[in-house]
Every structure is written in structure tokens, then in C-alpha cells.
């Protein structure tokens, strides 16, 4: 069983940065395919980024290309979202969850184990 614990979340002006940390526990993180996804009130949880376990390929939705950077450091048990040129709409609360098994890692039921969220807002 893997517990992950979110960190980082809070309130960013527009065009600010912004890194959100998971830090898990149990299993072997290095195993893990690691994923961000976020979700808004009255919408499904949606894809952010993901992260391979043993090359370190990296995959994002279309609408953070160029502005987010996913990263994972094995040695601490942690994984990264370094949130760049924030925008309103990046506002939600953002999930980290990992998976151990192949295929994925774009949906949400690729991933076994998530985390409890934290809250982001960007202001306009």
C-alpha cells in the first residue's frame, strides 16, 4: 500500500509559479508510474502529467505543454509538478497518484493509489 501526501497548493497571481510536491510512503516509490491529474467542482478529475518509472518519460495534457514540468526524485520519495505562467483556469484541486503495473498512464484508472489533494487557485 502506498500513501501520498500532496504539499504546495495555495494562491498564485496569474503568470506566477508554483511547485505542488507529493511525498509518498510504503512500497517502492521508484516502481511507480506517477501521474498528476486535477479536478474543478462539477467536472470529472482530469489528466495533468505523468511520469515513467525507469526511462523518466514524461506526457501532458495539451493545455500545460510548455508552462508545467513534471519530475520525480527516487532518493526522497517525491514527485514534482513545477507549475510555470499560471493562468485562472489552472485553478483546482491537483491529485497525485501512482500505479505499478504497464499500459497508461493517461487516465485515472490506470493508477491504484492517490492522494488527498491540494487546493490551487490562480487569480486573474
Known amino acids: 500500500q502506498v500513501h501520498l501526501v500532496e504539499s504546495g497548493g495555495g494562491l498564485v497571481e496569474a503568470g506566477g509559479s508554483r511547485r505542488l510536491s507529493c511525498t509518498a510512503s510504503g512500497g517502492t516509490f521508484s516502481n511507480y508510474i506517477l501521474g498528476w491529474f486535477r479536478q474543478t467542482p462539477g467536472n470529472e478529475r482530469e489528466f495533468v502529467a505523468a511520469i515513467r518509472r525507469s526511462n523518466g518519460l514524461t506526457y501532458y495534457t495539451d493545455s500545460v505543454k510548455g508552462r508545467f514540468t513534471i519530475s520525480r526524485d527516487n532518493a526522497k520519495n517525491t514527485l514534482y509538478l513545477q507549475m510555470s505562467s499560471r493562468i485562472p483556469e489552472d485553478s483546482a484541486v491537483y491529485f497525485c497518484?501512482?500505479?505499478?503495473?504497464?499500459?497508461?498512464?493517461?487516465?485515472?484508472?490506470?493508477?491504484?493509489?492517490w492522494g488527498k489533494g491540494t487546493h490551487v487557485t490562480a487569480t486573474s
Open positions: 497518484a501512482a500505479y505499478g503495473n504497464s499500459g497508461g498512464p493517461l487516465y485515472t484508472s490506470d493508477y491504484d493509489y
